[in-house]
Nanobody, 125 residues
Framework: QVQLVESGGGLVQAGGSLRLSCAGS????????MGWFRQAPGKEREFVGA????????AYADSVRGRFTISRDNVKNMVYLQMNSLKPEDTATYYC??????????????????WGQGTQVTFSS
């Protein structure tokens, strides 16, 4: 059974950091392009960042570029989203996704074949 499981969400404060993790089960993540998306309450799901197979190319949303970084650990079959300098507008449920089109760091949700259930990131004042 193919499964992606996110973890690492939680409460954050202004300027804080979190690292989200995405674990693969039933699929080898290094064979896929990987993406992160997020959805805030009342809003549509939006692209955050993506990395092609082998990390050859990456893409980030303008709103997170320079603050968020995607990385892989192929030994652990994990993908990470390091989030720094967090802002209130980063509050959302974050989803990882895997795409068979591994050459492309796609920004489009329709390009992804498998999705996790999400992990919540909440801004705390």
């Amino acid at each position: 059974q193919v499964q992606l499981v996110e973890s690492g969400g939680g409460l954050v404060q202004a300027g804080g950091s979190l690292r989200l993790s995405c674990a693969g089960s039933g699929l080898i993540l290094s064979n896929y392009a990987m993406g992160w998306f997020r959805q805030a309450p009342g809003k549509e799901r939006e692209f955050v960042g993506a990395m092609s197979w082998g990390g050859i190319s990456t893409a980030y949303a303008d709103s997170v570029r320079g603050r968020f970084t995607i990385s892989r650990d192929n030994v652990k079959n994990m993908v990470y989203l390091q989030m720094n300098s967090l802002k209130p507008e980063d509050t959302a449920t974050y989803y990882c996704a895997a795409s068979r089109n591994h050459r492309s760091a796609s920004t489009t949700s329709g390009s992804y074949d498998y999705w996790g259930q999400g992990t919540q990131v909440t801004f705390s004042s």
